[in-house]
C-alpha cells in the first residue's frame, strides 16, 4: 500500500515538472537535461538532441544491450537514427513516462537532483 502512494507521488512530481518545463519556451535550456533523460530512459537512446523551434527530436537508439559494456568505449553499437516530430512537448514527454518499478527509482533520482539544485540556487 505504501509503496503504492510513493510511485504515485513520484509520477504525480514528474508530471508537474514536465508541465512546468514546458510552459515556458525560453526556459527550455534550463530543462533540456530533464527532457533528455527522460527521452533516453524511454526510447533507450545513446545520444538525443532536441530541437524546440522545429519540433523535431533527433537520437540514435541502441538496437542491442548485450553489445554495450559501460566500463569500454562502445564504437560499434548498432544503432538506429531517428528524427521524431512531435506536436505538443509537454503531451510528447508525458507520454514517454514509463510505469515500471525500475524507471520508478529513475524518475525519483532525477526529482532528488532537480530539487537540490533549485534549493541551492534559492539559498544563495
Known amino acids: 500500500m505504501e509503496k503504492s502512494k ?16 514546458c510552459k515556458d519556451p525560453k526556459g527550455y535550456k534550463k530543462f533540456n537535461r530533464l527532457h533528455v533523460a527522460l527521452l533516453k530512459k524511454h526510447y533507450n537512446a545513446a545520444d ?11 537520437m540514435d537508439i541502441i538496437l542491442d544491450d548485450d553489445i554495450f559494456q559501460a566500463e569500454k568505449v562502445n564504437v560499434n553499437i548498432p544503432t538506429l537514427y531517428t528524427n521524431l516530430l512531435f ?3 509537454r503531451k510528447f514527454l ?6 515500471d518499478q525500475k524507471s520508478i527509482g529513475f524518475y525519483a533520482q532525477i ?3 532537480f ?6 540556487f534559492t539559498l544563495a
Open 87 to 89: 506536436l505538443n512537448l
Open 94 to 99: 508525458k507520454s514517454c513516462i514509463d510505469k
Open 48 to 58: 538525443v538532441t532536441i530541437d524546440y523551434h522545429r519540433n523535431r527530436v533527433q
Open 6 to 21: 510513493v510511485r504515485e507521488k513520484v509520477l504525480m512530481e514528474l508530471e508537474n515538472l514536465i508541465a512546468l518545463s
Open 115 to 120: 530539487h537540490r539544485k533549485e534549493n541551492q
Open 111 to 113: 526529482l532528488s537532483s
